[in-house]
């Protein structure tokens, strides 16, 4: 009884590697399409990870310019303007500069 159990062991062990070797090339080409999804993955990851990253920088120079501005706006307006040539002798244009002589 022994044997025959065994007989059917090796039977079926025989005809697990024959289904193995015929489908070889199958099991090759689904283990290129693992490694190529798993590639694009981290791909993928490494791709939205700088953008995250240039998307804080764009937020931050944003705000530098923001900043800037209205330092510069605060700085040319009139009345800052007064303050800063207070004491000192200015006369205002009193009219609109002319580039060119008007022609005659």
Do not use: C, H
Not at 66 to 83: G, I, R, T, V, Y
């Amino acid at each position: 009884m022994k044997t025959t159990i065994k007989n059917k062991e090796v039977a079926a062990l025989r005809f697990g590697t024959k289904l193995m070797f015929k489908n070889v090339y199958f099991i090759m080409f689904m283990a290129v399409l693992g490694l190529l999804y798993i590639n694009n993955s981290q791909r993928g990851e490494r791709k939205l990870m700088t953008i995250y990253k240039l998307e804080k920088e764009v937020q931050q120079k944003r705000w530098e310019y923001m900043s800037l501005k209205k330092d510069l706006m605060s700085q040319s307006s009139p009345s800052q303007l007064a303050k800063d040539l207070d004491g000192q002798v200015v006369f205002p244009e009193k009219g609109p500069r002319m580039l060119r002589e008007p022609k005659s």
